[in-house]
Every structure is written in structure tokens, then in C-alpha cells.
T-cell receptor
Framework: AQSVTQLGSHVSVSEGALVLLRCNYS??????LFWYVQYPNQGLQLLLK??????LVKGINGFEAEFKKSETSFHLTKPSAHMSDAAEYFC?????????FGTGTRLTIIP | DGGITQSPKYLFRKEGQNVTLSCEQN?????MYWYRQDPGQGLRLIYY???????QKGDIAEGYSVSREKKESFPLTVTSAQKNPTAFYLC?????????????FGPGTRLTVL
């Protein structure tokens, strides 16, 4: 079975500071991994995904994530936070045709 | 403009009533999904369908039912058997069922049972 753990349900960073959102996964097979973003009262939007190949994945809005098999991690980063990054972020791992989501991390940006 | 439509955005119902949430997509996707979102619990899969006239239970199917009579439509009925139906419901679709296919999400329906 697949599972996802997101460390920290709430993260606050200052505008312009580094954003780091943590995601660890458990998978019995090589994983496909996703990061989604959700703005209040909206659906989810894909930020980036890892399937195969390069372990550093670049996504939209300046976000990137690195797949580290030895650490079973897929942390999301952005060098410089912007006010518009305030949202909830979900990490997900794919199991055949189904996605298993983490419980989410709410990112707050401090002006 | 392709996408997923969910209606209505807000829905209020009395306890004991069945209610049907609409999900339509014009992306020509084969697979469709229904999720329930509660604060602090992430998204949990209710039902999914890989092809027309076929669907499978997800992790929390009790108290819900679905149909897939058309490729573009995947309505979800919340029945009176669902003990705690108040939640945010999200519909999603993907080009085909497969681990590497990203899912595209609709805007969601917030259901409140009074």
C-alpha cells in the first residue's frame, strides 16, 4: 500500500524567504509523485510531478521538488516566497490508477 | 475552453435527504474520480470510473453512489446512509487510468447538511 506523510500542517515564511514543504512517501513499487496546490474554496492544481528520469523536477510558479529514493522524500521548494504562494499544498503518490494524498500543508506568507 | 464543471458550488440539504452532485468534463478523459475533503484529512477517494458504464469503490464509498452513463458525466449521490455528509467534494479526471497520469480537478461543491 502507498502512503504519504507531510510534516507540518502549517508553515509560515516571510516574503522573499525560502519555502520548504516536506513530503515523505511509502511505496512498494517505484513511485509516481505529485504536488498539488489548492487556493481557498477551489479545486486542486498540479504544480509538478515525478514519473521517471531526472530527479529534480521543475514546476509552475517557480516551484521545484527533488525525488530522493534513499530518503523516500519528495520535498517542495521555492527560493523566494511571494504573497500569492499562500495556499494549501498536497503531496500525492500514485498507485495504479489511484492517488493517495497527504493531509496537506497550509503555507502562510508573512509580509 | 476545456475543463471540469461542478455544480452547484454550495449546496444545503436537510438531514435524511439524498442529494446529487454534478460533475461534467469536456476534456475527453476516460477516467473520472470523486473525492471528499475534510479539514486536516487531505482528500479521500469515494468512487472512480475508468470507462463508461464501469466504476469502482474507493476508500470511503459507504453512503455514496455513482453512475457513469456518459463519458463526460460522473454524478455523485450522497444518500441518507452517509452519517456525516457535510464536506467539500471534488471531482477529477485523467486522460486514462494509470499511475503516471495527472488528475485534473473541478472547483468543488461544498455540501452542508442541516
Amino acid at each position: 500500500a502507498q502512503s504519504v506523510t507531510q510534516l507540518g500542517s502549517h508553515v509560515s515564511v516571510s516574503e522573499g524567504a525560502l519555502v520548504l514543504l516536506r513530503c515523505n512517501y511509502s511505496s512498494s513499487v517505484p513511485p509516481y509523485l505529485f504536488w498539488y496546490v489548492q487556493y481557498p474554496n477551489q479545486g486542486l492544481q498540479l504544480l509538478l510531478k515525478y514519473t521517471t528520469g531526472a530527479t529534480l523536477v521543475k514546476g509552475i510558479n517557480g516551484f521545484e521538488a527533488e525525488f530522493k529514493k534513499s530518503e523516500t522524500s519528495f520535498h517542495l521548494t521555492k527560493p523566494s516566497a511571494h504573497m500569492s504562494d499562500a495556499a494549501e499544498y498536497f503531496c500525492a503518490v500514485s498507485w495504479y490508477e489511484k492517488l493517495t494524498f497527504g493531509t496537506g500543508t497550509r503555507l502562510t506568507i508573512i509580509p | 475552453d476545456g475543463g471540469i464543471t461542478q455544480s452547484p458550488k454550495y449546496l444545503f440539504r436537510k438531514e435524511g435527504q439524498n442529494v446529487t452532485l454534478s460533475c461534467e468534463q469536456n476534456l475527453n478523459h476516460d477516467a473520472m474520480y470523486w473525492y471528499r475533503q475534510d479539514p486536516g484529512q487531505g482528500l479521500r477517494l469515494i468512487y472512480y470510473s475508468q470507462i463508461v458504464n464501469d466504476f469502482q469503490k474507493g476508500d470511503i464509498a459507504e453512503g455514496y453512489s455513482v453512475s457513469r452513463e456518459k463519458k463526460e458525466s460522473f454524478p455523485l449521490t450522497v444518500t441518507s446512509a452517509q452519517k456525516n455528509p457535510t464536506a467539500f467534494y471534488l471531482c477529477a479526471s485523467s486522460t486514462a487510468p494509470g499511475a503516471y497520469n495527472e488528475q485534473f480537478f473541478g472547483p468543488g461543491t461544498r455540501l452542508t447538511v442541516l
